[in-house]
């Protein structure tokens, strides 16, 4: 049994580590999974948006926000511990990267020694730990700012600890973070092996959202940013395999301190035989973006390019393919900008739709993302025979950019920049020669690297010679 742990994806969110996820379930189907979905609140309204496959025979559903159920205390719990065992909390509350885990994981769900999440926080220990935390690093700034911001880091983190252990006989962890760290609980609890897949470089992500974030100001904008490093070294630590799915990110791995020979990369993998499509005759030219109406994805951008694109060539149209729920907010101001560009009649929102339908049509495909990882999307497009226009993000100068093996794909440009995305997608709309040979090389590099078939039997591998 294998137990893959994901947080805010599979099944109740698309996307592409969704579509990874199920993709390596379904096929597999001589090997049995479970699904721990790690969500921020049970506030939302969840539902399941894949068929479930009969090999998955369990779904589970945990709540980053069940720490409020957590009741008070008009007591305190006295807790005592030996020096080896203060220097253990001291470390892991400092968020020391020498912290040792199997020790840490072992204190801190002693609930005999340690009481509830709230009994220790609330206990003479614990105060003592954070106020020389707080004297060494931080005591230019106010104390109970500080002491507020730790308490709010640390109790869904250390809330997570107290979960019921999920039975496997190897734990799969889609990122670090907090699946991370479940899988590294449960990892330690079961004495079971775990495998680590990274598609993004979940700290570094963390990081840019941070440092853009309107919540957090000044030095806590460094403390949440260590916090999510240090989430991360627990997973780097303690993993079997640790999986990359480009080099860019295998090498970044390393420099964050990964050990060389517990690393590996395995690309995504296209179902060749769904991608062959036949091409429909029509009139005029028809873009395409495959995407979640989500601010990641900088819809605004390709809208902005569009425009551009509409003033120079009349019959053309922008098909953005994709669920339009996820940020409602932002949604209705993508709309709300086609309005006043007046692009109502050319712009569609297809709403959750099946891709391949669509790439019948599409004549160039258009990423904009400020953030990606190796987007199945390109590599589905890529498979269709479309050329592509993408930002330089994640591993795509690397999926379209000339190798060894087969000349450009596609065209790499930089973030949020709408008058290059516009002067490239026209450049291959008015040459059709050039959108032939590069959607043919396409074609050829996902037959060559990026097949299903390759995809999985990696995986089988791994889960077989681990287990």
């Given at each position: 049994m294998?137990?893959?742990?994901a947080?805010?994806?599979y099944?109740y969110?698309?996307g592409?580590?969704s579509?990874?996820?199920?993709?390596?379930?379904?096929?597999l189907?001589?090997?049995?999974?479970k699904?721990?979905?790690?969500?921020p609140?049970?506030?939302?309204?969840?539902?399941?948006?894949y068929?479930?496959?009969?090999?998955?025979?369990?779904?589970?559903?945990?709540?980053?926000?069940?720490y409020l159920?957590?009741k008070?205390?008009?007591?305190?719990k006295?807790?005592?511990?030996n020096?080896?065992e203060?220097e253990?909390?001291?470390?892991?509350?400092?968020?020391?990267?020498?912290?040792?885990?199997?020790?840490t994981?072992?204190?801190?769900?002693?609930?005999?020694?340690?009481?509830?999440?709230?009994d220790f926080l609330q206990?003479?220990?614990?105060?003592?730990?954070?106020?020389?935390f707080y004297?060494?690093?931080y005591?230019d700034?106010?104390f109970n700012?500080?002491?507020?911001?730790i308490?709010?880091?640390l109790?869904?983190?250390?809330?997570?600890?107290?979960?019921?252990v999920?039975?496997?006989?190897?734990?799969h962890?889609?990122?670090?973070?907090?699946?991370?760290?479940?899988?590294?609980?449960f990892?330690?609890m079961?004495?079971?092996?775990?495998?680590?897949?990274?598609?993004g470089i979940?700290?570094?992500?963390?990081?840019e959202?941070?440092?853009?974030?309107?919540?957090?100001?000044?030095?806590y904008?460094?403390l949440?940013?260590?916090?999510?490093y240090?989430l991360s070294t627990?997973?780097?630590k303690?993993?079997?395999?640790?999986?990359a799915l480009?080099?860019?990110n295998?090498?970044?791995q390393?420099?964050?301190?990964?050990?060389?020979?517990?690393?590996r990369v395995?690309?995504n993998g296209v179902?060749l035989?769904?991608?062959?499509v036949?091409?429909?005759?029509?009139?005029?030219?028809?873009?395409?973006?495959i995407?979640?109406?989500v601010p990641?994805?900088?819809?605004m951008?390709?809208?902005?390019?569009?425009?551009?694109i509409?003033e120079?060539?009349?019959?053309v149209?922008?098909?953005l393919?994709?669920?339009t729920?996820?940020?409602?907010?932002?949604?209705?101001?993508c709309?709300?900008?086609?309005?006043i560009?007046?692009?109502?009649?050319n712009?569609?929102?297809?709403?959750?739709?099946?891709?391949k339908?669509y790439?019948k049509?599409?004549d160039?495909?258009?990423l904009?993302s400020?953030?990606e990882a190796?987007?199945?999307?390109i590599?589905e497009?890529?498979?269709?025979?479309?050329?592509?226009v993408?930002?330089?993000?994640?591993?795509?100068?690397?999926?379209l950019?000339?190798?060894e093996?087969e000349?450009?794909?596609?065209?790499?440009?930089?973030l949020?920049?709408?008058?290059?995305?516009?002067?490239q997608?026209l450049?291959?709309l008015?040459?059709p020669?050039?959108?032939?040979?590069?959607?043919?090389?396409?074609?050829k590099?996902v037959?060559?690297?990026y097949s299903?078939e390759l995809?999985?039997?990696?995986?089988?591998k791994?889960?077989e010679?681990?287990?």
């Open positions: 294998i137990c893959i742990i947080e805010g994806s099944p969110i698309t592409g580590v579509s990874w996820i199920h993709q390596l379930i379904s096929e189907p001589d090997m049995n999974f699904v721990l979905s790690l969500m609140s049970n506030k939302e309204k969840l539902e399941c948006h068929d479930i496959p009969d090999n998955l025979k369990e779904i589970r559903t945990v709540y980053l926000d069940d159920t957590l008070h205390r008009y007591f305190k006295r807790v005592y511990l020096r080896k203060r253990c909390l001291s470390k892991f509350i400092s968020m020391d990267s020498s912290v040792n885990w199997k020790e994981i072992k204190l801190i769900t002693n609930k005999k020694k340690l009481g509830s999440v709230i206990s003479e220990v614990y105060w003592n730990i954070l106020k020389k004297q060494e690093k005591s700034v106010s700012t500080f002491f507020w911001t308490r709010t880091m109790l869904p983190f250390l809330h997570l600890f107290h979960y019921e999920v039975e496997a006989d190897i734990y962890a889609v990122s670090t973070g907090y699946a991370g760290i479940l899988s590294v609980y990892h330690e079961n004495q079971k092996p775990l495998i680590l897949t990274e598609h979940y700290a570094r992500e963390r990081e959202e941070i440092i853009k974030a309107k919540w957090v100001n000044g030095i904008k460094r949440w940013i260590d916090f999510f240090f627990a997973a780097y303690e993993a079997d395999t640790i999986i480009f080099e860019r295998r090498n970044i390393l420099e964050l301190g990964v050990p060389r020979d517990r690393t395995i690309s179902d035989k769904r991608y062959t036949e091409k429909e005759v029509h009139v005029g030219y028809n873009i395409g973006a995407l979640r109406i990641i994805k900088d819809v951008t390709l809208i902005r390019a569009f425009k551009i509409k120079t060539v009349d019959s149209k922008l098909y393919i994709g669920p729920d996820e940020d409602p907010e932002y949604f209705q101001q709309k709300g900008l086609v309005k560009l007046q692009l109502e009649e712009i569609i929102f297809t709403g959750r739709a099946d891709v339908e790439f049509k599409i160039v495909l258009v904009t400020i953030s190796q987007p199945l999307v590599l497009g890529m498979a269709s025979g479309i050329p592509v993408s930002t330089d993000v994640g591993s795509c100068k690397e999926l950019e000339k190798d093996n000349d450009v794909c596609g065209i790499v440009t930089n949020v920049s709408p008058n290059e995305t516009a002067a997608i450049r291959l008015k040459n020669d050039l959108r032939n040979i590069m959607g043919q090389n396409g074609r590099r037959e060559r690297a299903k995809f999985i039997e990696n995986y089988r791994i889960y010679r681990i287990r």
